[in-house]
């Protein structure tokens, strides 16, 4: 008798409910890896092979900017970038400007940096002492400013003695005559505070006539500590009623405030006729002559004790002083024997 064979058992199907959750389960750790990847994609470094300076975000939108910084080897893809700003959504929008990028800069820190808007500093540095025609053609110069050039003569000109020699700080695009106004505002505000803090005694009528004499100090000397005793000579001058005799003041009215002259002084120059030529006019000049900084004018307003009416330079870059004319005449002969040796 042959024996019965067992019908074939039809394998068993996973039900519907286990599928899906081996499905769920496939898709949670695809998910997990992929957001693995992508969270070192956001937080490594970046392949920036050297600290880069790159302008960003001002002719489109994120999509602009994630290019750039892609063409510029900042961050890997494009897509980084904008997946990583519209997942990290902040307050803090993204800012144009020039942005300093250092090498292997995270796509984290990327993002940060342009949210924070800390944007390049440009620095520009007015020397004490340039007249406003000087500073115009400084401003002008500079290739980080925007904006018409400004005008280094005529009547638009800003007023010798308005703006404050000093360093500032700018962004990369900011406009020259804003930076004119600044200036103009740190003067206005120093004078101020100087002028309330003047010594008592000081014979000046206005903090316009500190200005202006500051401007002489300015000149006359590149001494920082002479300035308060080149102040106490032309206040002791002016006490007496003579003339200041001040060089700088001729100078001047010859360049029109233009620069250097560059050759001496003749006796013809020092009779021009000027309300600035000090070796014509008794008291101050008609205004400032340059543009004086912060311890000209503290100078001014606190000059030292002095009975000093002259002085001349010492031929080490510095001033010899006098009380007396047969001092002060000893003190000439002895510059020009030093000159006279110079130029043998």
Avoid: C
């Avoid at 008798?1 to 039809?10: E, H, N, Q, S, W």
């Avoid at 995270?106 to 949210?115: E, F, G, N």
């Avoid at 002259?261 to 101050?284: E, F, I, Q, W």
Wanted: aromatic letters at 6%; hydrophobic letters at 45%.
């Amino acid at each position: 008798m042959t024996p019965k064979v067992p019908a074939p058992v039809p394998p068993t199907r996973p039900s519907l409910g286990r599928r899906l959750l081996w499905a769920a389960a496939l898709v949670i750790l695809v998910s997990a890896a992929l957001a693995w990847v992508g969270y070192h994609r956001y937080v490594d470094a970046g392949p920036l092979a050297q600290d880069t300076t790159l302008v960003v975000g001002r002719d489109g939108g994120l999509q602009r900017v994630a290019q750039t910084l892609a063409d510029a080897g900042v961050i890997r893809g494009a897509l980084d970038f904008v997946a990583a700003v519209r997942l990290t959504e902040s307050e803090q929008v993204i800012k144009a400007g020039e942005y300093a990028f250092p090498a292997h800069i995270s796509l984290k820190d990327t993002v940060a940096l342009l949210r924070s808007g800390k944007t390049v500093v440009h620095r520009l540095t007015v020397p004490e002492g340039l007249t406003s025609a000087q500073i115009m053609a400084l401003i002008n110069a500079d290739p980080a400013l925007s904006g018409a050039p400004l005008p280094t003569q005529g009547p638009e000109r800003p007023a010798d003695g308005s703006l404050l020699p000093a360093t500032y700080n700018f962004a990369l695009g900011d406009d020259r005559a804003l930076m004119v106004e600044r200036m103009r505002a740190e003067m206005r505000r120093t004078v101020a505070r100087i002028w309330a803090g003047r010594a008592e005694g000081v014979a000046l009528k206005s903090p316009e006539d500190m200005v202006t004499l500051a401007s002489l100090v300015e000149k006359e000397t590149g001494v920082p500590a002479e300035r308060p005793h080149i102040a106490a000579v032309f206040y002791n001058r002016l006490r007496l009623g003579m003339r200041l005799q001040s060089d700088p003041t001729v100078i001047y009215i010859l360049t029109d405030g233009a620069g250097p002259l560059g050759r001496p002084l003749t006796h013809a120059d020092l009779a021009v006729d000027s309300p600035y030529n000090t070796y014509k006019v008794t008291g101050l000049p008609a205004g400032p002559i340059a543009n004086p900084g912060r311890e000209a004018l503290r100078a001014v307003a606190n000059p030292m004790a002095s009975d000093d009416l002259y002085f001349v330079a010492d031929g080490s870059g510095g001033h010899a002083f006098a009380a007396t004319l047969d001092a002060h005449n000893r003190n000439v002969a002895n510059w020009r024997d030093l000159r006279e040796k110079a130029q043998r």
